[in-house]
Each structure stands twice: as C-alpha cells, then as structure tokens.
C-alpha cells in the first residue's frame, strides 16, 4: 500500500524546486549583465547540491570561457558529455574552445560530434564550415556551410567563408557568387570586393573584376595587391596602362605582380 505524501513535504519540495529555477534565473540574468565572476560563485554553490543540473553545468562553463578560465570551462562540458553523450552544446563549447586555441584537428572532431547531435544548430554548422575550411577540407567545409545557409542566409560572414570554399576548389563562378551576396550585405566591406574581384578576375570576368579593384583603391589607396590586380585586369582588357600598375605594385612588393611582368615585357 503506498503510502501517502504529507502536505509540508509537498510544500518543501515545491519550495526547493522554485528556489533552485530561482537561481538559475538570477544566474542568467547576470550573465546577461557580464558580471561573469558573480555567475561563477552562485552556480558553485547552487552545483554541490545539483551536481547533476546540466543546464546549471554549461551556464557555469559558458562563464568559465568568458573568464578565459579555460581549464575550468572544459572540465564542466566534460563533466556534462559524461551525463549525456547527446548534449551537443557540451561538444559546441569544446570545439569553440579549440577553434580559439588554433588547435583546429581537436575542433574539427568536437564540432563534428555537435553536429552530428544538433543538424539544426547554426552557429555549430557555421564554426565546422570554418574549422574544416583551415583544415583544407574544402568540399566538407562547403558543405556544411550550404547546411548553414538553409538555416540563415543573411549572415553576410557565412558567405565569405562560403566564397573561400569554393575558391580553394576550384569553382570560380560558385566563388563570385557567394562573394558577390557577401557584398552585397557588407557594400562597403573592402575585403569582400577585393575577394570578389580576385574571383571574377579569375573567371576571365575583367570589367566587372576592375570596379571591385577599384572601388577597394578608392578605400585604400595602398593596398598593393588591389593595384596589381587592377593593372592586370587592364592589361587583359587591352588598356597598356596596366603595365604601369602591374610595375608599380611589383615594386612594392607584390609577388603576384612580379608574377605578372611577363605580361609587360
């Protein structure tokens, strides 16, 4: 016969659940404030009676990281794997963790575990693009990246990375398309236009290549290889003054240039 539960243990065990979503609640909104230390010294306290609480766990970790209390940061997503192999946020942190650190062999395989528990996460989707993108994976980079896109498109960082996957793979025209959406959320971004052009430069696009170049020497009157390029568009174009500019800007110190002087002899 099961015994009854008395009213004033109902009570307590109400009171102790609202307490503990209390100072979850309270630890949040510090984190929120950036009073990272104070996150810190709640949560140690709330944890050694909720060891287990995975939601506290990551909260603390994500303040450990904020602290740049490396150490302590991974230990607590270790500590969460341990409870729940498909916490994929625990692997997230791990992977972003060594993605900062340059360790990009250990980010790769963490990230890949986050994704493959959270398919849906964008922000994990995005750092694995990038991760296997430095790992010179381009076709996994490019794909996971896609996977991204379906998710937020309108992250004009998404498409530059996007942009240097196909780059390093050859796909000149996907290249400067991607560079050109990423233009086209960041227009007066000299880094996407210079991307851009270098792309449609390469596809044997030389007009539409020379107002990328120009419009970044109109930013930036000395960057170099912005010069150079330009002189070669003009080159291609027929225009003898690109030789002028393929001279000057190898005598700047642009290898590219040098590369190019045959062109000019």
């Not at 909260?59 to 997503?77: F, G």
């Not at 969460?80 to 395989?109: C, M, P, S, T, V």
Request: aromatic fraction near 12%; charged fraction near 25%.
């Amino acid at each position: 016969m099961l015994r009854k539960i008395h009213i004033p243990t109902i009570a307590l065990i109400s009171f102790w659940l609202s307490a503990c979503q209390s100072t979850l609640n309270e630890a949040e909104i510090l984190f929120k404030n950036q009073a990272y230390e104070e996150v810190v010294s709640k949560l140690d306290n709330y944890l050694f009676f909720n060891v287990t609480d995975l939601k506290a766990l990551h909260l603390r970790a994500r303040a450990y990281e904020e602290l740049d209390r490396i150490p302590e940061a991974i230990k607590d997503y270790e500590r969460i794997i341990a409870l729940d192999r498909d916490y994929a946020q625990a692997f997230a942190g791990i992977g972003k963790i060594y993605f900062n650190q340059k360790n990009y062999k250990d980010a790769e395989l963490a990230l890949l575990n986050a994704a493959n528990k959270d398919p849906e996460d964008y922000e994990i989707l995005y750092l694995l693009g990038r991760t296997l993108l430095v790992n010179e994976n381009y076709s996994l980079s490019e794909e996971f990246l896609m996977k991204a896109r379906e998710i937020n498109q309108k992250d004009a960082k998404l498409h530059f990375y996007l942009g240097m996957a196909r780059a390093f793979r050859g796909d000149i025209l996907g290249c400067a398309a991607s560079f050109n959406t990423y233009v086209n959320f960041e227009p007066n971004n000299a880094v996407g236009r210079y991307n851009r052009g270098f792309a449609l430069m390469r596809a044997e696009y030389y007009e539409w290549a020379l107002e990328d170049f120009e419009a970044v020497l109109k930013q930036n009157p000395n960057h170099v290889e912005a010069l150079a390029k330009k002189g070669i568009c003009l080159k291609q174009l027929g225009d003898s003054q690109g030789c002028q500019f393929i001279q000057e800007a190898a005598s700047k110190g642009s290898d590219f240039a040098q590369s190019y002087l045959e062109l000019c002899s």
